[in-house]
């Protein structure tokens, strides 16, 4: 029996600059592959994309997890509550 069930996607943004990368982006991309998630990695690479991230989610930091992992912003809190409850 094969499975019918669509692919699970998550698009995760994380900041990616010359000077840092941020370990939790790094976490939450390796879960969620993990998991089972083809996962659409976007890069934040400057303050600015940062900053028009922030602005444009209407949130104050890149912490931001989604439950449907569409809109996803790596964090600790994603990474710890995914893998200690339930998938994404």
Do not use: N
Not at 49 to 61: I, N, Q, R, S
């Amino acid at each position: 029996m094969t499975s019918t069930a669509a692919p699970r996607q998550a698009t995760l943004y994380r900041m990616v600059m010359d000077q840092h990368t941020c370990p939790y982006g790094l976490k939450a991309k390796d879960l969620l592959r993990r998991q089972g998630f083809t996962v659409e990695d976007k890069w934040l690479t400057s303050r600015e994309a940062t900053d028009a991230f922030k602005a444009e989610h209407g949130v104050k930091t890149t912490r931001k997890r989604s439950s449907t992992a569409r809109a996803l912003a790596a964090t600790t809190t994603c990474a710890a509550t995914s893998a200690s409850r339930s998938p994404i």
